[in-house]
């Protein structure tokens, strides 16, 4: 990697490809469009509210291994935000929605690989792996929702708005600052396979909605 290339970019361009894989999935083409069936976002509330609890976790974890009091502030505020504005939208989509989640115990494994490869490369990588993956993830959400068309009117808008503006955007930004920082004792190589794989298990994690 050229050295004046921010790292946080290099990835972006570096795993474009599983970006783009990530962002043409089903889920995301019909929520840009407008076009999800109630019973799959049903699905899928369910599925990301769960992840929104192990996203919480590793930012956490985080503020115990930040290396700065302003990193530990920044995801101090990451977990205020999970706790609170997206933690109320679930309670109040789940309420509005007019049909129940319905997936069989093969899907739930299935979206259950994200949390478990991100908390698993938190697990090895330490501090590095959970910048890497939450960046991974919510660069995938700050772009699609960016480019979203028309979704429906009422909790589909919601969420795809809460992803366009700050705090969301915010914390994207200062994650990219977080994985520029990263010591170079850390091989790109390894900043890369973080990366890519959390977009792969965001791929299989959105596919399962579908069951």
């Known amino acids: 990697m050229a050295g004046a290339v921010k790292r ?24 840009s469009h407008g076009t999800i069936r109630d019973e799959p976002y049903a699905n899928y509330l369910q599925i990301e509210e769960s992840f929104v609890e192990s996203a919480c976790r590793l930012h956490g974890l985080a503020v115990w291994h930040a290396p700065s009091w302003a990193a530990m502030q920044r995801h101090a505020r990451a977990v205020h935000g999970l706790t609170t504005e997206q933690s109320e939208y679930f309670r109040t989509a789940r309420a509005a929605w007019p049909v129940p989640a319905r997936m069989d115990e093969p899907a739930r494994r299935q979206a259950d690989q994200l949390s478990k490869f991100a908390l698993s490369a938190a697990e090895t990588g330490g501090y590095a792996a959970i910048v890497t993956v939450m960046f991974a993830a919510e660069h995938l959400y700050r772009t699609w929702c960016s480019r979203a068309v028309a979704p ?60």
């Open 8 to 31: 946080s970019a290099w990835l972006v361009e570096a795993g474009a490809h599983t970006l783009a894989e990530a962002l043409d999935v089903r889920f995301i083409r019909e929520v």
């Open 152 to 211: 429906p009117a009422g909790p589909i808008a919601d969420w795809v708005a809460l992803h366009t503006r700050a705090p969301f955007t915010t914390q994207v930004d200062a994650l990219a600052t977080e994985v520029d920082d990263v010591p170079r004792a850390v091989p790109d190589e390894q900043l890369h396979d973080w990366f890519t794989g959390m977009l792969q298990a965001e791929i299989q994690f959105h596919n399962a909605i579908y069951g």
